[in-house]
């Protein structure tokens, strides 16, 4: 019974902190991060004034990530097919399409948002509501993550002070304002922001981290510094993204 309770105030704390996650900060799961996770050791030039709380809530995420996300995540990968697994990422991709479309305009970026435009009518469309990619698989058409994070980095807004972000994980300053303003552009948040937001979330969250489970749980194994190898990998890889 104890056990069920932790579980029960661990799944609440995560839906909460889930209203204001981006689906930039999703898409960390699913790209090239982690591989920066386990080479980069060296500091970066951004502040980590807040070191001791920053930390402490990484002990936080790590322990609750390792101890219950993890084994419903495997569980969860183990019971459902891998072509539902990419149907349901697929889907979910299609949906976050304003929150690119917007920030693409926003960084002046014209081309790239005509592009998110047409690949969100073939997949919405052809696509079957988006559960396919025919847009990228068929007729080749490549898109981008844009995040209003991104958006302040275009305009030379610096990106403050590192913070890490209960349940969420590494950030900025300017990337966790940046997550507030994606979030009026999240279809999910405008269901009834009640179980039904909450429920997608945390589904759609499970379902990306499927994908990169064995290779989390291996950096998280492997790296000499996790926190700051965590640290030093979200920067590197954010600035990367702002110069795409």
């Known amino acids: 019974m104890k056990t069920f309770y932790i579980l029960l105030l661990s799944v609440i704390l995560f839906s909460l902190c889930l209203n204001t ?11 090239d991060f982690f591989k920066d996770y386990e080479t980069i050791q060296e500091d970066t030039s951004v502040p980590d004034p807040l070191f001791w709380l920053n930390y402490g809530i990484f002990f936080f995420n790590d322990n609750l990530y390792h101890f219950i996300l993890t084994p419903i995540t495997k569980k969860y990968k183990a019971v459902t097919p891998l072509f539902i697994r990419k149907s349901t990422k697929n889907f979910f991709y299609n949906i976050f399409f304003p929150q ?6 926003l960084q002046g970026k014209f081309k790239k948002a005509g592009l998110e435009f047409e690949i969100f009518i073939i997949n919405s469309t ?7 990619r025919p847009a990228q698989n068929a007729f080749k058409l490549k898109t981008s993550q844009k995040d209003l994070g991104q958006t302040f980095g275009t305009y030379n807004i610096g990106q403050g002070c590192y913070l890490v972000l209960p349940l969420i ?17 999240n279809p ?5 922001y ?8 945390i589904f759609n969250r499970i379902n990306s981290i499927s994908f990169k489970i064995d290779d989390i749980e291996l950096l ?19 600035s990367s993204q702002i110069k795409k």
């Open 21 to 31: 996650v981006s689906y930039g900060q999703e898409q960390i799961i699913e790209n």
């Open 100 to 105: 690119r479309f917007i920030n693409a305009v």
């Open 126 to 132: 052809i696509g079957a509501l988006g559960f396919a």
């Open 169 to 185: 994980g590494p950030s900025t300053l300017r990337d966790s304002i940046g997550n507030i303003g994606d979030s009026f552009l």
């Open 188 to 192: 999910i948040n405008y269901l009834d």
């Open 194 to 201: 009640g179980k039904t937001t909450m429920g997608l979330k």
């Open 220 to 238: 998280r194994k492997t790296a000499i510094d996790p926190y700051l190898a965590m640290k030093n990998a979200y920067i590197q890889h954010r």
